[in-house]
């Protein structure tokens, strides 16, 4: 399997309002767990490791495992407890 890559407009098209990849935080490939990871910063400047396996890019083609990786960052980050969110800790 080829290692997906993603070009700046891609992600930032999947990325929510306000996120930004993490200042020179270049993609990394993981050959032990197969999987393409980087950081991107939330609204509140949180950082965010996003993973896009090879297994999710072979099943649902490399934009859609892209954003599917999107997704389940998004979600994790709305169950915490983040000062930005007014949540009581």
């Known amino acids: 399997m080829q290692r997906p890559t993603y070009t ?50 072979e099943k649902h083609g490399r934009l859609k495992a892209f954003e599917l990786a999107i997704d389940d960052v998004f979600r994790q980050r709305l169950g915490r407890h983040t000062r930005g969110l007014g949540l009581a800790g």
């Not at 098209?13 to 197969?34: F, H, I, N, Q, R």
């Open 8 to 57: 700046l407009n891609e992600i930032q098209s999947y990325m929510p309002t306000g996120w930004e990849l993490a200042g020179d935080a270049e993609p990394v490939w993981d050959e032990k767990k197969d999987r393409l990871t980087f950081t991107v910063l939330d609204s509140v400047d949180f950082d965010w490791p996003v993973h896009v396996s090879a297994a999710d890019v």
